[in-house]
């Protein structure tokens, strides 16, 4: 069984519409993280939630929602999508959002904006 | 810029050989992890070393960590093919966030 799943793995869509991505993790844990991956790779976290509470919410736009039904989803909702939010999104969970806790990660998905 | 700076880049060794990969941060940290992303995949834990240890074996791999630089190296010993990947590292406050570098793309050549 997959720890971390995200659907879709794909998605092209054309600038201007909404899409979501959904996470769903089945490993217990409390805690779970978006994340972004650029073209150079470079990974940064953009929302994580403890508990269906937000904990973290970097700078990113108010297009982006992040939204838990309970702590074992995580889904993230983009509006008006632009060129600029092409990449790859991962998803994560961890046991609690205490340091030093080992984060598992999804497969991704690479999101294209055309 | 971003905390996690990775040098090399990008680093190329026949199949037996070691590979060391090097990691600088800038801000005091709690811990830090090093995580291996194959192609088209999700990031895989490798290892954490905390704040007030020094160095950390895992099998193949090797962490050492020094604050009083900033930076971290991750040795692979006999190195595989399976190995290549790009390695991360990614340092940690008192919280759950992670603050990852830019990577090291490692190919092990057969």
């Known amino acids: 069984d997959t720890a971390v799943s995200q659907t879709p793995k794909y998605l092209v869509t054309q600038m201007g519409n909404d899409k979501s991505i959904k996470c769903e993790q089945n490993?217990?844990?409390?805690?779970m993280y978006w994340y972004k991956q650029d073209s150079k790779k470079f990974l940064k976290i953009m929302f994580s939630?403890?508990?269906?509470?937000?904990?973290i919410n970097e700078t990113v736009p108010n297009r982006f929602s992040p939204k838990s039904p309970d702590k074992a989803h995580l889904n993230l909702h983009i509006n008006s999508l632009e060129l600029g939010d092409s990449a790859v999104y991962f998803c994560a969970s961890s046991q609690t959002a205490g340091w030093g806790d080992t984060q598992y990660f999804g497969p991704g998905t690479r999101l294209t904006v055309l | 810029s971003q905390q996690g700076e990775e040098d090399p880049q990008a680093l190329s060794i026949q199949e037996g050989e070691n590979a060391t990969m090097n990691c600088s941060y800038k801000?005091?940290?709690?811990?830090l992890q090093w995580y291996r992303q194959n192609s088209g995949r999700g990031l895989v834990h490798l290892i954490l070393?905390?704040?007030?240890?020094r160095e950390k074996h895992s099998g193949r791999l090797r962490v050492t960590l020094d604050t009083s630089k900033k930076s971290s190296s991750l040795l692979i010993t006999a190195s595989r093919a399976a190995d290549t990947a790009s390695y991360f590292c990614?340092?940690?406050?008192?919280?759950?966030?992670?603050?990852f570098g830019e990577g090291t793309q490692l190919t092990v050549n057969p």
């Open positions: 070393i905390r704040s007030n240890e």
């Open positions: 990614a340092t940690g406050d008192s919280g759950s966030r992670l603050t």
């Open positions: 939630y403890n508990n269906k509470e937000l904990i």
């Open positions: 490993l217990g844990h409390d805690t």
């Open positions: 801000t005091s940290i709690n811990n």
